[in-house]
């Protein structure tokens, strides 16, 4: 085929000339985009940090992050969390260590009875445990943020005076805090949070020891209408990040995020110790729920039976290549450090 000469000027002109002068055409970038997965519902406390990260990482980034947030179990459920962000079914995930006792065996050191005053204390001693031990549970993703609940009480829907009340009771609770139920003579039934409200909905368990802003959060004040209080034992929490996606991540975002880690773990623990406060008041409030503080000499026999269950985790961690005694030297020392 040939063209004339005004048809190869006019292709020039049109096509070719502004290639040449503007360079070849940009990629449209746009804003990079991670899904941000989480098990329990929205209302729920690991909820509101996610959004709280969501709105600081947006704002930090200029917007060059956008993070889409997945509450409920709508993307990943409370035991596939960690799988499925090291998978990349998620960018990120929320999870709840306590729920896979045997895989994090030295943050779920945090979960022994050692008196973790509160969710601030908790949350600052694990991540530090964390950057001690560098464990290598975590080795296959980018951990962005850790941090607890608040002490863990008794919610049921008896109430629970003595340690007897316990004897063969149904109650709920996983990881670090089974253990101390098992101590007290109940029936521990073990389950994620995220189903515990229709197991006790449908009666399969009296009542959840945990910390107490689920009264409010979950509405148990209206099944729950006794809380005793024990302020025992803390969950760990961990939010990680697929190891790809993180390494693709530009050096400044990188930094973002990584300034993050401390000021969110702070954070959340913080709301978590109000927020608790908050929802007793109101269980007190508006469902009369009573709170049961055990006497001293009724309290010294219940901490009298968990005794034994930091040198018995010793032991096991040490059978399994841990240095179990000083993790949990390193966690009195961080209680100490961080309760100042
Ligand atoms: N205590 C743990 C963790 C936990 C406490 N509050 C919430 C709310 C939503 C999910 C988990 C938790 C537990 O009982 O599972």
Redesign the pocket.
């Known amino acids: 085929m040939r063209f004339k000469f005004y048809q190869l000027t006019t292709f020039f002109a049109i096509l070719v000339l502004p290639a040449m002068v503007l360079g070849p055409p940009a990629l449209e970038a746009g804003p990079i985009r991670l899904s941000y997965a989480n098990?329990?519902p929205s209302t729920?406390?690991?909820c509101v940090q996610m959004e709280r990260w969501k709105v600081e990482v947006e704002k930090r980034t200029q917007g060059r992050v956008v993070v889409h947030t997945f509450p409920g179990g709508t993307l990943l459920g409370a035991k596939n969390m960690m799988d499925g962000v090291i998978s990349g079914q998620a960018d990120i995930g929320n999870l709840?260590m306590?729920?896979q006792p045997g895989r994090f065996t030295v943050t779920n050191a945090t979960a022994l009875p050692l008196g973790i005053p509160n969710a601030e204390v908790g949350s600052l001693v694990l991540l530090d445990l964390y950057e001690k031990y560098r464990p290598k549970a975590f080795s296959r993703v980018k951990v962005l943020t850790m941090f607890t609940?608040a002490p863990?009480n008794i919610m049921s829907r008896k109430p629970v005076r003595r340690l007897e009340d316990l004897k063969g009771f149904d109650l709920r609770?996983?990881g670090g805090?089974a253990r101390i139920l098992k101590a007290w003579g109940a029936n521990q039934i073990g389950m994620?949070?995220?189903s515990?409200p229709s197991a006790l909905q449908k009666g399969v368990v009296q009542g959840?020891?945990?910390?107490l802003?689920?009264m409010k959060?979950?509405k148990f004040a209206e099944l729950c209408r006794y809380v005793t209080m024990t302020d025992t034992v803390i969950?760990p929490?961990a939010v990680v990040m697929n190891m790809d996606r993180w390494k693709a991540l530009p050096e400044d975002v990188k930094k973002v995020l990584n300034e993050l880690a401390l000021e969110q773990a702070r954070w959340t623990g913080t709301y978590m110790d109000g927020h608790v406060k908050d929802a007793v008041d109101w269980s007190v409030t508006h469902h009369d729920v009573e709170l049961i503080a055990p006497a001293p000499e009724e309290r010294s026999k219940w901490d009298a039976e968990l005794q034994p269950i930091v040198d018995q985790w010793i032991g096991q961690a040490e059978a399994k290549g841990f240095p179990g005694s000083q993790i949990v030297e390193d966690i009195h020392q961080l209680v100490d450090k961080h309760s100042r």
């Open positions: 098990f329990p729920t406390f690991p709840c306590a729920y609940t863990s609770a996983s805090a994620p949070m995220s515990t959840v020891f945990s910390s802003e689920v959060d979950l969950y929490f």
